[in-house]
């Protein structure tokens, strides 16, 4: 397998232009979120926040969930069929708000491999160091990017800082990593 830092971007074409939204993160999704990237152990790992979407990328994260996905040391996927079954759950009003996934090391920008690898453009992406092993205070050492003008910026550390902010909520947590697949035999329910 080729080590991810193989697969370097070219520099952004034009300078990422600052946005008002916000993206509302409750402190336990923080918390789970590292959590459920850790329990990967040396792999990367993908999570999802879904919630009420106000604007591309802003809202108020309401769940956060780890889908079925194959995962390596290097980088991970999640098939059609892993969104599909976290699509079922959502509540109708929840949109994609961030896609989070866990880098081996201390680099957190976007691989051209991450590119390709987000599910949606109106969602933020998180880049967590050390397979989800963070410092405090939160987005120390993460990475943040937003699609803009055809590209995955990685927003410099006090743009990221306005531009997700943690707050107080209620929140619904799943891990369906492990979980086994329900298969339907015919003409059984």
């Known amino acids: 397998m080729d080590v991810e830092d193989d697969f370097l971007r070219p520099p952004p074409p034009q300078p990422y232009r600052p946005v008002d939204a916000q993206l509302y993160v409750p402190a ?31 809202g108020t994260v309401a769940y956060v969930v780890a889908p079925r996905q194959r995962m390596s040391w290097g980088n991970y996927s999640v098939s059609p069929e892993g969104l599909a079954e976290v699509a079922n759950r959502l509540a109708k009003d929840w949109r994609p708000l961030a896609q989070v996934h866990s880098h081996p090391g201390a680099r957190v920008e976007h691989s051209m491999y991450d590119d390709h690898a987000l599910s949606s453009r ?20 993460v990475g943040v990017h937003e699609w803009q003008n055809g590209y995955w910026h990685l ?32 003409g059984t329910f």
């Not at 459920?36 to 591309?56: I, K, N, T």
């Not at 550390?157 to 891990?175: F, M, N, P, T, Y």
Request: hydrophobic share 45%; charged share 25%; aromatic share 10%.
């Open 28 to 58: 336990d999704a923080v918390i789970a979120t590292a959590d459920l990237l850790r329990r990967a152990g040396q792999r990367e790992s993908a999570v999802f926040w879904y919630g009420p979407r106000e604007a591309p990328g802003a």
């Open 122 to 141: 109106r969602a933020l992406s998180l880049v967590f160091p050390f397979y989800g092993q963070v410092v405090e205070p939160f987005l120390q050492g």
């Open 155 to 186: 927003l410099e550390r006090s743009l990221a800082q306005r531009r997700v902010v943690v707050c107080d909520g209620e929140l619904k947590i799943e891990d369906l990593r492990w979980q086994p697949l329900m298969k339907l035999r015919s």
